[in-house]
Each structure stands twice: as structure tokens, then as C-alpha cells.
């Protein structure tokens, strides 16, 4: 599987992105995928998993009620809608897959990445 994410950019505080997660391989949709984030300086961190069929999801609680990820299989294709962004939420994003029970999608372990895409948030 190979992944390729888009969607990163620059942004006042407050304001929204989408971020995209284009899949090559006729597998994608077995795969749990997730969306990581690492700011300058500090370690890569989960922002929020969806399960492969879609129906199960886990945040990061920096990002609760802000943060919404979806994914369309028939597209082979993961989105981050980020809303009520804030200058903390700078970062390169990455999205990544693989195989994780759905009931512990927090601890997945990804096989796949994809080349990052940067978010700034301006105050």
C-alpha cells in the first residue's frame, strides 16, 4: 500500500483544513488508517485513527470535538477535517495504515506512512 497525503497549508487560528489520504492497492480497505502529527522538537504523536470499515474512530483528547477523520473505501481514501484550528496544531501530518483490532485502534502500529504534509497555524 502506498499512501499520499495533501491538503496541508497555512492557516489563521481558528480557521479549517482538510487534510487528504490518497491509497494505491487493492487492500486499503482492510487496513485501520490514522492520521500522526510531529511538531518541531517533539515526538510523532496519534491524532486519530478510523477502523477499516469506517465505523469505529479514536482521537487524540487534544483534538476532540475539533478534529473529525472519515474515509471512503470505493475512493481508497482518508480525510482529516480540522476545524477551530489553534497555533499548537502546527505540525507535519502524516497518515499511515495497518492492522489493529478495532477495539484498540489507539495502539496501532502502523506497516504503511506516507510523506508528510505541513499544517501551520498562525496566531
Known amino acids: 500500500v502506498q499512501l499520499q497525503a495533501s491538503g496541508g497549508g497555512l492557516v489563521q487560528a481558528g480557521g479549517s483544513l482538510r487534510l487528504s489520504c490518497a491509497a494505491s492497492?487493492?487492500?486499503?480497505?482492510?487496513?485501520?488508517t490514522g492520521w500522526f502529527r510531529q511538531a518541531p522538537g517533539k515526538e510523532r504523536e496519534i491524532v486519530a485513527i478510523?477502523?477499516?470499515?469506517?465505523?469505529?474512530?479514536y482521537y487524540a483528547d487534544s483534538v476532540k470535538g475539533r478534529f473529525t477523520i472519515s474515509r471512503d473505501n470505493a475512493k481508497n481514501t482518508v480525510y482529516l477535517q480540522m476545524n477551530s484550528l489553534r497555533p499548537e496544531d502546527t505540525a507535519v501530518y502524516y497518515c499511515?495504515?495497518?492492522?489493529?483490532?478495532?477495539?484498540?485502534?489507539?495502539?496501532?502500529?502502523?506497516?504503511?506512512w506516507g510523506q508528510g504534509t505541513q499544517v501551520t497555524v498562525s496566531s
Open positions: 492497492g487493492r487492500t486499503f480497505s482492510v487496513y485501520a
Open positions: 499511515a495504515a495497518g492492522i489493529v483490532s478495532t477495539l484498540l485502534l489507539h495502539t496501532l502500529r502502523p506497516d504503511y
Open positions: 478510523i477502523s477499516w470499515s469506517g465505523d469505529s474512530t
